[in-house]
């Protein structure tokens, strides 16, 4: 690690660099200081030079990432890259670019800035003029050779914040149907289409991506259980590790106004999950809806719809995409999206068709969401939950997640106050859609105005819930929540009676939970402390094994055969663990559990009265459960073999991130298993790449003199594998390591060496 005082060298070569000598310096716009892993700690006099300073950290760390995202969001990425090649959201470059052009068109980019508050468009402009700074002021040959020579790197403009931010604001709405939306086209001729059961779950596995990919945990002690009478947090949110939603950590201070510590998504000129000198939140990923979806019954040759009677001409838009072909000649490519006054119209095969009679438009709550910004910045500025608690519902920004929250005084907060469709109960049974509404999709008849999203009084949106009536507990005990529905926050204050467009209580919690809920009960009347939650994370254990792997062991025990005989052995020698030195038993029983339908497989099912310890075990004594138990078995002991794995193979061996020549090995597992430490992979053969997962983690309580924090960036703050912290924090992560967070300027000084530049 280089160090380097205000009197050194950096310091000498930025004022330099800006062109002008040391003794007609101007004073500073920003001054930043990195401390030992990289994290930038920003301190500005105002939200423009906060703002420079935020971009000039984030360009030097992650510059390639950056441009390719506002590339993303764009819309052009077939002009410079070609048809070839996906976003990092999967797409591909042509149907991406379709889509943000529609996105992200320059009416409403300008109708989404005149929104923003000036201090926050001073925040952007200050943002884009430190990334140009960098981007200026590092020679091409510096620059980071994944991106030096791409013909793509250009200075940055206030609109392609924007365009960041908006996309980020639909990932929990039509940014899921994307391909949807690209795809839906006027059927010709054609008459109706035949039902396809197997088109439709592949389309609905493919949506169900979003939220295997992006999910969370979160604990929010209050004083009363608190082993000191102040607020403790864990926040653990699973996110992907590269890409548009790749965390950043920094710390920001503009004196006398903002201290806030934490991590922001690219491009984002602020916090979005941390602290301050009185406050700490966390964000997971919630269950509500923040789009229907309308079936809309067509008429004039199906070029209008019908609401109330009354024909409404769909509206056509052309969208021109410049592609560069494979011999380089640049084409131009039009495509025509199609609109109602919902929103636009999307397809799915075999759910929803296109057809001479009907078509399926979707509205997104958050399309008209423009105080997400604002909202994040008051949360920063908040100094207690009920300050938190009261910008939120002034606000109403934020866009697909649940907010858990505690303060120095020993409060604890849940908020489920996210953007969703006003939709009331008695509406909903009118209205919904039930091919839609089986699909598990909010689907709603499209040609009734009755159905219609309808206003609130006292919401910051036409048509959304407004806060006070979405759930929320103040508390000073224990919230917890891992993407789950509001309901089991706090078993002793169920959260019921809500939409299920908001809120479910009747259906099983996710494993992850149950596994929280579960140490909690066990923990008793003791204080939660901050080992007790970092060791849910690091303990690494896989909870549905507690529930399940004695009835398996049975099984093996009682019917077990050859065909089963290396599963049943790797099991039985498993500590039922994700940990690196985990057995093989952990990739036997993720291959064994694959293959069967344990909603179906479950002896003791679901209960409502009892829905932290049910459903469990499996049913194997019934001869249907114990064939395919046993075929699942027979399948992962050969696919094993095949693969050549040894019995004596550890977890560690098995999953794991490249970084440059290194393969580090990962704990954590699927959190689908109920793996706290949850972790999305990409198969290779029996070989995991870890792509996603647990990503920015905190552990927040409070001492006499402020916060006291750990934790880590799983993936590290650098997506450059040239810089120095490429790779340092995804090392600690493999150890389970996690490390202090520098706040106070005390903690910032114990921290040892670092650099410091000033931006003049």
Request: aromatic share 8%; glycine share 10%.
């Amino acid at each position: 690690m280089h160090s380097f005082s205000i009197q050194s060298a950096a310091w000498a070569a930025c004022c330099l660099l800006a062109g002008t000598a040391y003794a007609a310096d101007p004073a500073p716009v920003a001054q930043l200081s990195w401390t030992s892993l990289g994290v930038p700690h920003i301190q500005a006099s105002d939200d423009h030079g906060l703002g420079e300073g935020i971009g000039y950290a984030y360009a030097r760390d992650n510059l390639c990432l950056l441009e390719d995202e506002v590339l993303t969001a764009s819309g052009e990425r077939a002009r410079y890259q070609g048809r070839a090649g996906t976003s990092s959201s999967g797409l591909d470059n042509l149907t991406s670019d379709i889509f943000f052009q529609w996105l992200n068109g320059p009416e409403a980019v300008q109708a989404f800035w005149r929104a923003q508050p000036p201090a926050m468009q001073q925040r952007i402009a200050g943002y884009v003029a430190g990334v140009n700074r960098y981007l200026a002021q590092t020679p091409t040959a510096q620059q980071p050779e994944q991106c030096r020579n791409a013909g793509w790197l250009r200075p940055l403009a206030n609109d392609d914040v924007i365009r960041l931010v908006r996309r980020m604001l639909v990932e929990g709405g039509v940014g899921r149907f994307a391909k949807a939306l690209v795809a839906a086209a006027p059927p010709g001729a054609a008459g109706p289409q035949a039902a396809n059961p197997q088109a439709a779950a592949q389309a609905l596995a493919q949506l169900q991506t979003f939220a295997n990919t992006r999910g969370s945990n979160a604990i929010a002690v209050g004083g009363a259980r608190s082993d000191n009478g102040k607020g403790l947090l864990l926040g653990n949110p699973h996110f992907p590790w590269t890409g548009g939603l790749r965390f950043y950590q920094m710390h920001l201070t503009i004196p006398g106004q903002l201290d806030v510590m934490g991590a922001a998504l690219p491009g984002l000129p602020l916090v979005n999950i941390g602290f301050n000198q009185h406050l700490a939140w966390t964000h997971t990923v919630d269950q509500s809806s923040h789009f229907t979806l309308h079936r809309l019954t067509l008429t004039d040759a199906g070029k209008a719809y019908l609401v109330d009677g009354q024909p409404q001409a769909l509206r056509k838009q052309t969208l021109s995409v410049r592609v560069r072909e494979a011999d380089g000649r640049l084409v131009t490519v039009n495509h025509d999206v199609y609109r109602s006054r919902f929103g636009p119209l999307v397809t799915l095969p075999g759910l929803m068709p296109w057809d001479a009679s009907h078509a399926y438009a979707l509205q997104d709550a958050n399309l008209g969401n423009d105080r997400i910004l604002a909202q994040w910045d008051a949360i920063n500025r908040a100094s207690s939950v009920r300050q938190l608690q009261q910008a939120v519902a002034d606000h109403q920004g934020i866009p697909w997640v649940n907010t858990l929250a505690v303060d120095d005084t020993g409060q604890s907060l849940y908020m489920n106050a996210s953007v969703v469709p006003n939709i009331p109960l008695a509406q909903l049974a009118q209205c919904a859609d039930p091919a839609l509404v089986k699909a598990g999709l909010p689907g709603l008849d499209g040609s009734r105005s009755a159905c219609d999203w309808q206003n609130d009084g006292g919401a910051q949106q036409p048509g959304i819930v407004a806060a006070r009536h979405l759930p929320q507990l103040l508390r000073n005990d224990v919230l917890q929540n891992s993407n789950d529905s509001a309901w089991m926050t706090q078993p002793s204050a169920p959260l019921v009676g809500f939409s299920p467009l908001i809120s479910r209580s009747d259906r099983p919690l996710g494993l992850r939970a149950r596994f929280a809920l579960d140490q909690l009960q066990r923990l008793g009347d003791r204080p939660v402390t901050p080992a007790f939650l970092q060791g849910l994370v690091t303990g690494n254990r896989v909870y549905l094994a507690d529930l399940v792997l004695d009835d398996v062991l049975a099984f093996c025990k009682a019917r077990g055969d050859a065909t089963t005989a290396s599963a049943c052995a790797g099991l039985i020698a498993w500590d039922r663990r994700a940990q690196l030195d985990s057995g093989v038993g952990m990739l036997y029983f993720q291959l064994t559990l694959a293959g069967l339908q344990t909603g179906q497989d479950w002896r003791v099912p679901f209960s409502p009265t009892d829905p932290v310890h049910t459903p469990a075990g499996i049913a194997w004594q019934n001869p249907d459960v114990a064939a395919r138990l046993k075929q699942a078995l027979a399948t992962a002991s050969a696919q094993v073999a095949k693969a050549g794995v040894a019995a004596e193979t550890r977890w560690g061996q098995l999953q794991g991130v490249q970084r440059g020549s290194q393969r580090i090995a990962i704990p954590g597992g699927d959190g689908k298993l109920g793996v706290y430490d949850a972790m999305t992979t990409r198969r290779h053969g029996l070989q995991f790449e870890v792509d996603g997962g647990s990503s920015y983690i905190q552990l927040v309580g409070f001492g006499p003199d402020g916060p006291v924090a750990r934790g880590l960036l799983a993936f590290s703050q650098s997506s450059n594998p040239a810089s120095p912290h490429f790779k340092d924090q995804t090392l600690l992560f493999s150890a389970q390591q996690w490390q202090p967070l520098p706040f106070t300027p005390a903690q910032i000084a114990a921290d040892g060496e670092h650099e410091v530049l000033q931006l003049r």
